[in-house]
C-alpha cells in the first residue's frame, strides 16, 4: 500500500473510510459530515466515484435529511450518477470499511495531504512547461507558491504589489515582441483584432451556414501551424468530417471534395503531400455526442492538455445536469472557459448558433453599431456580455457568398468589421478591415 500511495498520491482505503463515517452518522448525532466537510471538498477525493459520492452527501445533508445508503442512491439516481459511482451496491458496501467513526478525522486529513500533494505535484509540472514556454518567472513562481500554501485556485486576497513584478515583466515582453496574441489567417482579422487573438474567451456568432466551424477550424490550423497546441472539441461533426477540413485548411483543397473522394490528379497529390504535413500538428480534436459533453468535460480536457488554442463547436449543443435549463448550462460554459482562459493564458474560442428571429440581424447593416450585434447567440447573451470578444458572422445583402465579420465587443482594441470572401467552404481575405468604434 505504502508504494501504491507513493506511485498516485492516493489512497483509496481513506477515501471509503470518510465516506463509510458519514453513512454510519445517518442521522447525524456526530455531527460528522459537519467535522469532515471543515477539512475536505468534493475535489480533494482522488476517485472521481467519490468526488461525486461526497457532493451527493452533502447536498442531502444541506437539506437535512439523514445521509443513508437509500437517500444518497436516490440523490445520484435524480442527477443520473448512480451507474456512475457502480451503483447502488457500491453505495451499500461502503459501510463494510469501518467499524466505528472513531479515526473519521485522522482519515479525512490523509486524503487532504494526498490531495495536497497531488496539486504540489501538477503545480512543478506546470511550473516546467511554463518556464520552458517563456512565461514570466514571477508568474511562475506565485502559482507555485500558492499551490504549495494550499491556494493553489489563486482566489484569495493580496496586495497588488505581489502582481506588479509580474505585470511589469509581461508588459516588458508584450512590448519587444517576445509574447504576442495568436494570429489568424487573415491579416485583416488580426489588424482590427490587435494583433490576433490574446488570451481571454471569444464568442463567435454566427446563423447555419455562416461558416462558423470552416473558420473556427482555419483558426486551429493556423495556430498549430505557428506551433500553438490547439485543442479543438466539436460536438456535431465526426473525426473524420473535422480531418478532411484540416486538410483542406492546409492544402486549399476544399475539404467537401476531399470527403466525398472526388479529387484527382494534382489535387490528389497535394492532398496526400498535406496529409503527410498534418501529422505533425499539435492539433488535438475530440468529437464527441451531442449533449453528451458539458462544462466539467471541457475544464478536463482543457487542463490535461494545457493548450493555447481552445474551440468549443459549440455551445447549445453542451450538455447541463439534471433538470439544469439552458441558461445555467451556459452560464455554467461561460465560467468554466473564463477561468481556462485565465488561469492557463488560452484563448478560448466559443461557437454559438442564433435564433432564427435574429437572422434579419445576421445581415451586415453598415450604419449600424457593431456593438448592437452582442446578444444575438442563441440563448447564450450571459456568456456574450462576459467574454473579452464577441465575433459576429454576417452575410452581405448584395454578395451571397460575401461574409461580414463583426468585432462587436473587444476588450482589446476597437469594433469594427472586416470583408471575407466565402467559397462555402473555406474564407479568404477580402477587402480589409474598417474600425468602427474605439473603446
Known sequence: MADQRALVLADERAERAVLAAALLDAEGAERVIPRLAGIVKPADFHDPRHTTLWEAFLAVHTRSEPVDVLTVVAELRARDRLNAVGGPQYVGELTDEIPTLAHCESHARIVLDLAARRRALEAFQGASARLRAGDPLATVQTLVG????????????????????????????????????????????????????????????????????????????????????????????????????????????????????????????????????????????ECGVPFGYGADTLASRAWALRPSLVVLDYLQLCSGRTGEDPRGTVGRVSYVARTIARDLGAAVLVLSSTARANYAELVNDPTKDPGDLVGLGKESGEIEYAADGVIVLARRSDKPRGRVLVVSKNRHGPLGRVELDWSGTAFAEGDGPREDVEL
Do not use: F
Open 146 to 285: 500558492r499551490a504549495l500554501t494550499g491556494d493553489g485556485d489563486a482566489h484569495r486576497a493580496a496586495l497588488v504589489a505581489d502582481d506588479l513584478d509580474a505585470l511589469m515583466e509581461t508588459v516588458w515582453n508584450r512590448r519587444e515582441g517576445l509574447q504576442r496574441p495568436m494570429a489568424t489567417p487573415w491579416a485583416g482579422v488580426d489588424q482590427l483584432l490587435g494583433g490576433g487573438l490574446w488570451p481571454g474567451m471569444y464568442v463567435l456568432v454566427g446563423g447555419t451556414g455562416a461558416g462558423k466551424t470552416q473558420w473556427a477550424v482555419q483558426v486551429a490550423v493556423e495556430a498549430a501551424l505557428k506551433g500553438h497546441r490547439a485543442l479543438y472539441l466539436a460536438l456535431e461533426l465526426s473525426r473524420q468530417d473535422l480531418a478532411a477540413r484540416v486538410v483542406g485548411a492546409l492544402s486549399g483543397v476544399p475539404w467537401s471534395g476531399i470527403l466525398r473522394g472526388q479529387i484527382d490528379g494534382p489535387a490528389l497529390q497535394l492532398v496526400a503531400d498535406t496529409v503527410r504535413r498534418a501529422r505533425v500538428l499539435p492539433l488535438h480534436t
